[in-house]
């Protein structure tokens, strides 16, 4: 099994709002600051244009072969057939199997984990063969290629828990995870004590793309922005916050819930001043007494 490193470096917004030059400029200064951690989907970007289908896929090809690298630690989630906004999804074993191999000869050994992306399956009793049958191809693929994992916006977790029992390796769930909710994690740690999660949408990201740019601005001011001045009293300016993102960082960052969390920036500017922010707090070297402490301040200033 392949680890993880944090933060993870989302490409949901690659062909979408970043343009092909702007993600080799982020792959670029990401790697080069000692990153590895890439999460992407064979279906990204979700923009409805099937001339964009596997966009993101192929851009992070491109610049792997390019640049000759081969220690990335990719987090591949399948089973998408198009990037049309439906539930198109094809989990058969055979469709895995393709995918999986297509990818290892796309991304060699920078490929570290498969994961299931959606499965609405499970209300039924005929489903749960077919979830079996799911989790057995991508076990058994992930032991012969050495790869972990994973699974992402899972509907009936309960019917995945017995199969995955059986196996050796824990699972490592993406969940929607923020300082406005928990949930996703919840449904699965009620099935999987002990596995692995890394939380996506850490910024927000939904709700800037559903809401019109003043609208966020006064979210952001009534959820957030009046109280970063408090919590930098109550820290006495240890972390010096000084933005939402950067709280988002810290609260994803210190979460005792999390093993990993991915960033999705615009661009490059953004990428830089995450990455300055991130190495601020690694360099803090806390350990994991003072994390949940700062972790939990956190939580009480902003949830209340």
């Not at 957030?224 to 950067?246: A, G, Q, R, V």
């Not at 001043?273 to 949940?292: D, G, Q, T, V, Y």
Request: hydrophobic share 35%; glycine share 6%.
């Amino acid at each position: 099994m392949k680890y993880i490193s944090s933060p993870l470096l989302g490409s949901a917004m690659w062909g979408e709002w970043v343009e092909e030059a702007e993600v080799y400029k982020m792959l670029d200064i990401f790697y080069d600051s000692g990153f590895r951690g890439i999460d992407i989907a064979t279906n990204y970007p979700i923009n409805g244009k099937k001339v964009n289908f596997k966009q993101a896929i192929s851009w992070l090809g491109q610049w792997c072969n390019s640049n000759k690298c081969n220690d990335l630690q990719i987090y591949l989630k399948l089973g998408s057939e198009t990037n049309l906004k439906t539930s198109q999804i094809n989990l058969t074993p055979s469709f895995i199997h393709q995918v999986v191999i297509e990818n290892l000869e796309l991304f060699t050994t920078n490929l570290a984990t498969i994961g299931i992306h959606w499965d609405h399956r499970g209300s039924t009793k005929k489903d749960a063969p077919l979830i079996i049958k799911t989790v057995q191809t991508l076990n058994s693929l992930s032991q012969n290629y050495n790869l972990s994992m994973g699974f992402s916006g899972i509907d009936y977790p309960q019917v995945y828990k017995e199969v995955l029992s059986s196996c050796e390796q824990q699972p490592i769930f993406q969940v929607k995870e923020n300082l406005l909710t928990s949930e996703s994690r919840k449904k699965y740690t009620h099935h999987f004590k002990n596995a692995e999660y890394i939380a996506y949408g850490i910024n927000f990201g939904s709700v800037k793309r559903e809401i019109s740019s003043h609208q966020f601005h006064e979210f952001t001011n009534e959820h957030f922005s009046k109280k970063i001045s408090l919590l930098n009293t109550e820290l006495e300016n240890f972390l010096d916050i000084k933005s939402l993102s950067e709280l988002s960082i810290s609260y994803a960052d210190l979460n005792p819930n999390l093993s990993g969390y991915i960033i999705a920036p615009s661009g490059v500017g953004q990428l830089k001043s995450s990455i300055s922010f991130i190495k601020m707090i690694k360099a803090a070297h806390l350990n994991e007494s003072k994390k949940r402490k700062l972790y939990f301040k956190i939580q009480e200033i902003f949830c209340g």
